[in-house]
């Protein structure tokens, strides 16, 4: 089924929280599904990114021409990635050999780069020329290794997906208030005046 990359499906704030988040309801055996399934949502999705993280990537444009031969990277990163900081989130460190596993897989993406990455201001490199998919997100995933991003790293309390918390206090409980929130919400709304009926019923 072709996937709708609408902008909630960016509320990770990084391009490589957002790949991680492409699994949904990450270990629930019976709920959990994979967005890259159909490999050819990895091109789609490459291609809604670069409109949803042109901020992130400096305006460079993404290309994922070929997106049966690059899924292994790209997955590879994707599982890397949300196994390192999703441990960090909930454990406050990360096991060394998760760490090792990472940093190789993000040593694969970068190989499919052409040209300059990693400048200061330019993390991306050259707005004028496309940029490999898997360059692109290994480079946003070693980004959320530096600054205090760490820090702010978060697992949504509604989908457990990793957002990073750039709000002022640190203090956000949802990747997406406007959809994780207001599901919370009406989730206790309904459960309190369940919880009330019985109550009355009694």
Not at 143 to 161: E, K, V
Request: glycine content about 8%.
């Amino acid at each position: 089924m072709t996937v709708s990359w609408i902008q909630h499906r960016f509320a990770g704030g990084a391009l490589a929280l957002d790949t991680a988040n492409t699994v949904v309801l990450r270990g629930d055996p019976y709920r959990g599904f994979d967005r890259f399934e159909d490999r050819a949502e990895i091109a789609r999705f490459a291609e809604a990114a670069g409109a949803f993280r042109a901020a992130e990537l400096g305006g460079r444009r993404l290309e994922a021409r070929e997106p049966e031969r690059i899924a292994p990277v790209v997955l590879e990163i994707r599982e890397a990635t949300d196994r390192l900081f999703r441990e960090a989130v909930l454990e406050g460190s990360f096991e060394s050999n998760h760490l090792s596993d990472f940093l190789a897989a993000c040593s694969k993406g970068t190989a499919g780069a052409r040209g300059k990455i990693g400048g200061e201001k330019r993390p991306f490199g050259d707005p004028a020329t496309p940029l490999a998919f898997e360059a692109a997100l290994a480079v946003s995933a070693l980004s959320l290794l530096g600054g205090d991003t760490m820090r702010r790293l978060r697992i949504c309390a509604n989908c457990r997906w990793l957002f990073v918390d750039r709000s002022r206090n640190s203090s956000r409980l949802w990747c997406d208030m406007a959809v994780c929130g207001n599901r919370r919400k009406a989730s206790r709304h309904y459960h309190r005046r369940k919880d009330t009926r019985e109550a009355d019923r009694g």
